[in-house]
């Protein structure tokens, strides 16, 4: 058995964003330290708090793992005379390594003998090594802001102001600059400020809680849940509890209670989605509802201590919500008092990008790139198709968006309907910014994925086309999700849409915007789908070399590539779908650099070509009918006849014939071959047993 680590970094308030990326990172990072450092330990826990990053690790060994070192020297014969004498080698590396000659050994490898030194280090204290690591440990947590404080030289998410290091029950002496690190606590800032002495992880926790802090983000997030729900069953009502908000909420406390306030009724007037973003992603209220899911004029609010009077905790938040709620209203009735056509003609102004224009410009691109999809869909909703990309970001130019921008789209769709614009272009204006994060929900009508579609393309596009491409992790124009969107999408309505004619068609509307050349920006473009496309896939559960073989043929086709990946996965079970993957490559081998021409079946001269030719042109008719008609696991189980024919003419048949007239016809033969399940698949790529 080990002993247990305990360490707490006791900080100001850290935003609530950033907590939950910090305990993942900060267990990987200790699991990483202590790996390296051949540490054993048990179960690693993560958890936080705004004012707190907890650590705990059980079982952690008090030595180090023994370490043994191998090091291959010289050659037996480099290493010894003729007489069995240890040469000046032979000594060099010995003493090289630390160790008597005698002590070396001599091995036998594929290569021949060698001098091998194989030595043991014994591990290190572990409690002696610890004070380094956690500091190493510390300033290694990333963040995506970090702040300098005082004259310290060290950065971190906010001011460090107490560190608590334990192992064993023994304090850790860790030292970060000015700080040291003990083995106090502190309560909640307000509740009970003052430190606290702790022994263990059970005696921290038990005894941070009597400082009225609830060190664990889950506990806090049931205790946020539950008393929500027996606030809001106080007006007859439930929260709405968004996984979102509820994990902001509670990184946002350290000891939560909750209150319930209410609003004039007369605000449930404005849209639901006005009043749910007010409350929700303003100012972290839950919304209350009914049975029915209709909202109420009440609202749940968390605090971080407990109240002393309810009433007057309740007021301050009813005033607040009060005020939020006039402005929406005002802003909602202002907006109406200029149409959606002359907020169009406003986007003049409002710039979209400095390298792309203008949003009125960027509309005017989508807008045609729109009509070319719906004509290859369906050319009956061009009509409302351009109408809805006319007034897909009228709504920017509002006073509710400027306010709330989560809520573009979402107004667009409710002023048109004031407006008396049909209901389907109404809808589609908010489904065109779908989907809203990954996996989230797709557009429903045919209008709003269309101008979805071109919308988003022609931000792919643009920023490749003006050099903005995103690079590792950073993406500031949400490329990557964006092309996942359209990715879906296309997958969901079944569109057939081809990534590279969508590409080039945008490219033609962008041609006075870019800074590079055309085909540069089109084969970024398509690489940066094909990328995507395939990390989904995999992430799916696809076999990755699958992917790869069909992808290699066509990644453009998205719907048709999806199907063929489902086939081959299903042809996979096939008794022939090894040996005729093998058979392919060995096609593929020999077709290197072969251009091929038309076979002649005169030329034949044995019986396995001649049966090979008779067999592929039965199975290719019939193949191709099925191919013709998209059914991908039938074409590949007639395809498969080939199988057998096709080890018999290897078997029997000299492919490079010395004649070059019969050789060049052989090799027709089999590029004919190939060229049929290149329909399908590179099958090169497959992976097979043997």
């Known amino acids: 058995m080990g002993k247990e680590l305990l360490l707490e970094i006791g900080t100001e308030e850290i935003p609530a964003a950033f907590l939950p990326r910090a305990m993942a990172d900060m267990e990987e990072l200790i699991r990483k330290a202590l790996d390296g450092e051949r540490v054993k330990y048990g179960p690693v826990t993560t958890m936080a708090t705004p004012r707190r990053l ?395 994925a269309i101008v979805g579609i071109a919308d988003k393309m022609d931000t792919i596009v643009g920023f490749f086309g003006v050099n903005l491409i995103p690079s590792g992790t950073a993406d500031p124009y949400a490329l990557r999700r964006q092309a996942l969107g359209i990715i879906n999408i296309i997958l969901a309505k079944g569109y057939p849409l081809r990534l590279a004619e969508l590409t080039a068609a945008s490219i033609d509307i962008l041609r006075d915007k870019l800074k590079r050349p055309e085909e540069d920006v089109a084969r970024d473009v398509l690489d940066f789908f094909r990328t995507r496309f395939e990390n989904q896939l995999i992430a799916q559960g696809h076999a990755y070399d699958v992917v790869d073989a069909a992808l290699a043929i066509d990644a453009s086709d998205l719907v048709e590539a999806s199907r063929k990946i489902e086939a081959l996965e299903a042809f996979r079970n096939h008794a022939d779908f090894q040996p005729l993957v093998t058979a392919c490559k060995r096609v593929a081998n020999i077709l290197k650099d072969f251009r091929h021409g038309e076979t002649r079946p005169t030329l034949f001269r044995e019986d396995a070509e001649r049966e090979l030719y008779r067999v592929f042109q039965e199975a290719r008719e019939r193949a191709a009918a099925l191919l013709d008609e998209r059914r991908y696991e039938a074409a590949l189980t007639e395809m498969a006849r080939l199988r057998a024919p096709v080890d018999a003419f290897f078997d029997a048949v000299m492919v490079m014939a010395k004649e070059d007239e019969i050789r060049f016809n052989r090799l027709s033969l089999l590029e004919e071959i190939a060229a049929l399940f290149r329909r399908v698949a590179d099958f090169s790529k497959l992976v097979t047993d043997f």
């Open 54 to 448: 907890v650590l705990h690790v059980e079982d952690v060994a008090e030595t180090q793992e023994d370490q043994v070192i191998e090091k291959i020297g010289p050659t037996r014969k480099a290493a010894f005379d003729k007489d069995g004498n240890p040469t000046r080698a032979a000594e060099g590396f010995a003493r090289g390594q630390g160790m008597d000659l005698r002590e070396i050994e001599i091995i036998a490898t594929d290569k021949g003998e060698y001098l091998r030194a194989r030595k043991r280090i014994a591990g290190g204290d572990v409690a002696a090594m610890l004070p380094a690591l956690l500091a190493r440990f510390i300033l290694a947590i990333p963040f995506k802001k970090a702040m300098r404080w005082s004259d310290l030289e060290i950065r971190f998410a906010r001011p460090i102001h107490w560190l608590l290091a334990l192992y064993g029950g023994e304090v850790i002496p860790v030292r970060i600059e000015t700080i040291e690190a003990g083995n106090a606590s502190r309560g909640h800032r307000f509740m009970s400020p003052a430190p606290f002495a702790v022994s263990d992880f059970r005696d921290y926790l038990d005894k941070a809680r009597k400082a009225w802090v609830i060190v664990d983000p889950e506990e806090r997030k049931r205790i946020i849940q539950d008393e929500a729900r027996r606030s809001a069953a106080t007006v007859n009502g439930r929260p709405l509890i968004a996984d979102d908000l509820l994990e902001t909420v509670a990184f946002l406390v350290e000891y939560p209670t909750a209150v319930c306030g209410a609003f004039d009724p007369e605000y449930l007037e404005l849209p639901r989605e006005v009043l749910t973003t007010t409350m929700m992603s303003h100012q972290k209220y839950f919304p209350v509802v009914n049975d029915a899911g209709r909202l109420l004029p009440h609202f749940v609010a968390i605090n971080n201590t407990p109240v002393r009077d309810p009433a007057v905790v309740t007021r301050g938040n009813e005033k607040v919500i009060r005020a939020r709620l006039s402005d929406a209203r005002f802003f909602f009735e202002e907006d109406q008092k200029i149409s959606l056509d002359r907020r169009f003609e406003d986007l003049r102004k409002v710039v979209y990008h400095s390298l792309l224009g203008t949003s009125h410009e960027k509309v005017l691109r989508f807008r045609k790139l729109a009509a070319l999809i719906v004509g290859r869909i369906d050319p009956a909703l061009a009509a409302a198709v351009d109408r809805a990309a006319v007034l897909a970001k009228a709504d920017l130019d509002t006073q509710m968006v400027g306010e709330f921008s989560e809520l573009q789209g979402v107004m667009g769709r409710e002023y048109a309907l004031l407006a008396g614009e049909d209901p389907l272009i109404a809808k589609a204006i908010h489904e065109h910014y779908l989907p809203l994060a990954a996996g989230g929900e797709l557009p429903e009508s045919d209008i709003g």
